[in-house]
């Protein structure tokens, strides 16, 4: 929905009261005060909605990479253990899924051996904590603005509806005096 709002020439519509309507337009036709209100009240909330949304598709993103990145940690911390715990390294290799490996490439621009080495595990293990811990400062960024984009929707809700109830208690005073 398209709303524009234009200052225009004085435009001589009056009701049989003598009350007559501003010279502001809202896509070409003449309005009052009240329906001016409404108008920039409906464009705030389409220009928040046009916001709201992109952002709400980057965090479902962000939340399936959180979850695969989530079960290949999990994948790797159970090839780590298998690793003999000395410093040798072990020569045991043990081997991840094709699910972690396609996570590993897809995520972290890495290419992994399988099966990784307990060094190479290790390196992983670190790699995939740092780009989870990335992704979670993100959301809390994204989790911010939605919070800040909601809370400005309701400011102009807010503002419309008490715009809105100040001109009809003119507008009503206005009958009662005439």
């Not at 309005?31 to 409404?38: A, G, N, Y």
């Not at 009240?41 to 965090?59: C, D, M, N, S």
């Not at 992983?124 to 809370?151: C, E, F, H, P």
């Amino acid at each position: 929905m398209a709303v524009t709002i234009e200052k225009g020439e004085n435009v001589n519509l009056s009701f049989s009261w003598g009350v007559s309507f501003s010279d502001y337009k809202v896509s070409g036709t003449p309005v009052d005060f009240q329906d001016l209100m409404i108008a920039v009240a409906e464009r705030r909330a389409v220009i928040v909605e046009g916001e709201v949304t992109p952002l709400t598709g980057r965090v479902k993103q962000r939340n399936a990479a959180l979850d695969a990145l989530g079960q290949a940690l999990a994948d790797l911390s159970g090839v780590q253990a298998q690793f003999k715990n000395d410093d040798s390294g072990g020569t045991t290799r043990g081997s991840v899924s094709a699910t972690t490996v396609s996570t590993i490439t897809r995520y972290l621009n890495k290419t992994m051996p399988n099966p990784p080495s307990k060094s190479q595990t290790e390196y992983y293990i670190q790699l995939v904590k740092s780009k989870i811990d990335g992704l979670n400062n993100g959301s809390q960024t994204d989790m911010a603005r939605l919070q800040s984009l909601v809370d400005r929707r309701d400011e102009s809700f807010s503002t419309a509806t008490t715009l809105m109830s100040s001109v009809s208690d003119t507008r009503g005073n206005l009958i009662r005096n005439l």
